[in-house]
């Protein structure tokens, strides 16, 4: 059985003016010690899933439909209570920009005690320590620098700590919100490398969000495709790169600049992103999409199997 | 949306593409930016008690033109009751009473609120003006003006405006009412100019002024085509704030006797009861004015914080977002 | 696209030194080297890349060309005339030739102005044309970029555009003037892929169409590949490498440039990248750098020579130039 299992779920958020929709549908499941990329563009609803995963939505958010299976248990009919004890010791966040969630007038070394000890309230300060040296010794930073402040760190520091901070409650499931947005080219490598290391060791499965199809398919086993609030295709990374399927992958991948390969090549998508208050009941992608038809707009979607790992949201892409 | 707007929809704005249409759709985004803040303000009950009170207390001072005009005895200043010699309660010909001098009671509240709302506004007006002026410029060209203009300012709210003003007017015998108001303006401006000042310094910071830079514009230009409409909204509502401040202290002056006598403010009503020996004897003649005096910085109060919600960045980032 | 004529922009030895001050209890001032003697040319009609990491100083340098800035040290010449030390007044007559693009769209747009307002300003400032004539030349700009039909637009305020509109709008508003050079930073940084590879396209057409010399300030070496006839890499202020775009990024020279080429995600490319590994995994500890700006953290660096002296930049093929002592 998967670790993660998610059907159906759909998310909305209620505004000002009106009601958004910004999760429709979505299904997709984390087996054990594997991960899965969520990639697409800004307001697709990515980081909605991680923070509805978590039950971490703010107010005007809620979930509308769908279960959330984790471990066997749906988390959609847990109180707060439950989640508490579920979060960070079973499944924990990185979120964006979340270097500057470290608190700048106290040592790091600290934080991550009290995030230790604020979930496991029963253990000693000093195995609590003795934790963090380890994790600090796991994700590469020198035990010198332990008692520092975070402005003392450099960024690639500050995110390792963050990342060793995720993993201090031994979590089975991890979920990265571009964990490496604001990092340098040199320390994003450095600290994707390190992920996929840490990944293989610890066992740990890892949902990685970005916009940025390159990295997530450099860390991810599994990629699922975001657009406007839907999967649009979802397979292993090898699938999904070499053979897309999806009109959106297609472009996404063709608006990439690339460093081999031939240049003068890229081809912008035309059009704006629907509204997510009042979107087509079909396929939100209709208005750009090569390929449309005057249904497609209306139709309701199902899932296209191309190979038993390999699924596109798409009528006419399944086929040939 | 209110039936009269329908009209103004914007998908016929773009079938019609006539030159008298888009001016509407120019002018349409202001009354779109005024009706979102007033269906916000609406919301808010603190506004909505507001309006209603400023709304009693601006009927009070447009009606106070009327007794005069009833009858000469019912001017605030010089009608005087011949039946009546000495201060009297409520009765039928005056609503109110009289005052010592057998003056009716309710026309005075009512000039009362006309100048509350003279001196409220213009002080409050003129002391915005000097403020959000001097905060842009000290602001913006930073260096020794900023530190020249600051520490002016610092001097200024340092000083307190009640004690300069009585020693003003004991040194220059009894003030005229808009002398007083020059006063109070010239003393309120600091508090407005630090805010206003850090307000600039912020939008400095941001590329839309490096890019009016970019394309040539002088620092004038940059001051009150850019930096002005950005900082204006926070001018107003501090505006509101100043017109407490502004009305308390003319009371406060009235009451001391240092106002213009000339003038019948609520403030110097209080005088009058307090100088005749009348304050516990007189009730209607004491109440109405304190209350007077208290609600109506309650109400500018309540529309600050109405306003304030309105003014909230916060709510300006959901729209971006949707 | 090197050609005989005299370049349209030279940088030469240009230093941007900005100090920090420190508390009012202590003598000395923090410095910071944003740019240490930066020397380069641009010619006219082509894209030339200036392809940092953050802190590189990439940023400064185009300010220092736009005027925003001045630098402490060094000349800025355009088109043969200089242009580093003027007065503010003097520098109303270049506005016209050389204008910006900014990073972030969100900001760069005052929000208060109708797009028509922000694009007919550079006009009314200098005195462009009458009413009728700006709002036509406003209309060709939008369309210009791609925002057709201009009427849709002129009148929104920017909070009704996405982020890549707005960046299109402030590409119209520097190209209205007709500038001879433009200087885009980051552009694309705050993008979607989508709308980036949009401006990239739109960046590329103005280049046709009107021959304007763009300068493109970017952290991404594979946006520089796509759009570049040249580039030069900075590192910490300093040049590391220049020279035909192919060449930089197909036969690296300097060892920084390969670390840069190492850490891009690889999946997906066509090909077999090689893997050039100049990076140290533990920096080197140094108390005072004099030399090398990335002597730290390369694996190739000779302790001597590397650690003391600045390496010049070293001609390694026809226009292609490497700061380092040992290519």
Known sequence: MALLEVENLSVGYGTRRGYLRAVEQVSFSVEEGRSLGFVGESGCGKTTIGMALLGLLPSNGRVVGGRIIFEGEDLLKKGEEEMRKIRWNKISMIFQAAMNALNPVQRVQDQIVEAILTHNPDMQKEKALERVAHLFHLVGIPEQRMKDYPHQYSGGMKQRAIIAMALSCNPRLVIADEPTTALDVIVQHQILEETKHLQRELNLSIIFISHDISIAADVCDEMGIMYAGQLVECGSTQEVFSSPRHPYTRALLASYPTLTGGRRDLAPIPGETCNLISPPSGCRFCDRCPGAMGTCMSETLTWMEITPTHRVLCFHCGKG | MPTWTRGFDINIMRKKRDRRHIRLQERFHWIALLQEGWSIYRRNLLGRIGMVLLALFGIMALCSFIPPMIDPMYHPMTGVDPDIPSTTGPCVKHWLGTDYMGRDLLSQLLAGARVAFMVGVSAAFMSIFLGTAIGMIAGYMGKILDTLLMRLADVIMVMPTLLVVLILSSLFGQLNIWTIVLIIALFRWPGVSRVIRAQTLSLKQRPFIDAARVAGASHLRIIFRHIMPNVLPLSFLYMTFRVTSAIIIEAALAFLGFGDPGTVSWGMMLQWVWKTGNMFKALYWLLPPGICISLITLSFYMLGRAMDEVLDPRLREEEQAG | ?327
């Open chain 3, 1 to 327: 696209m090197k050609n005989t004529d005299p370049p349209i922009l030279k940088l030469e030895n240009v230093s941007k030194i900005f100090g920090i001050k420190g508390s009012l209890f202590s003598r000395t001032r923090k410095k910071v080297t944003a740019l240490n003697r930066i020397s380069l040319s641009l010619y006219h009609g082509e894209i030339f890349g200036l392809v940092g990491e953050s802190g590189s100083g990439k940023t400064t340098a185009g300010r220092l060309i736009v005027g925003l800035d001045r630098p402490e040290e060094g000349s800025i010449f355009l088109d043969g005339l200089e242009i580093t030390d003027l007065k503010s007044r003097e520098w109303r007559n270049h506005r016209r030739r050389v204008q910006m693009i900014f990073q972030d769209p969100y900001q760069s747009l005052n929000p208060q102005l109708s797009i028509f307002e922000s694009i007919s300003e550079p006009l009314i400032i200098h005195k462009v044309g009458d009413g009728e004539e700006r709002r036509t030349r406003v209309k060709e700009a939008l369309k210009m970029v791609g925002l057709s039909p201009p009427e849709d637009f002129m009148y929104r305020y920017p909070h009704q555009l996405s982020g890549g509109q707005r960046q299109r709008v402030a590409i119209s508003r520097a190209m209205v003037l007709e500038p001879e050079l433009l200087i885009a930073d980051e552009p694309t940084s705050m993008l979607d892929a989508s709308y980036s590879a949009q401006i990239f396209n739109i960046l590329l057409e103005l280049r046709n169409t009107f021959s304007v010399t763009i300068l493109f300030v970017t952290h991404s070496l594979a946006a520089a590949r796509y759009l570049c006839d040249r580039i030069a890499v900075i590192y910490r202020g300093s040049l590391m490498e220049s020279g035909p775009a192919d060449q930089v990024i197909g036969n690296p020279k300097h060892p920084y440039t390969q670390a840069l080429i190492d850490a891009l995600p690889k999946f997906g490319q066509s090909g077999k990248v090689k893997r050039y590994e100049t990076l140290l995994k533990v920096e080197r500890k140094v108390s005072e750098p004099v030399g090398c700006s990335f002597f730290i953290r390369c694996n190739k660096a000779h302790e001597g020579r590397c650690r003391l002296e600045i390496p010049p930049l070293k001609a390694t093929g026809p226009d292609h130039f490497a700061a380092c002592f040992y290519v």
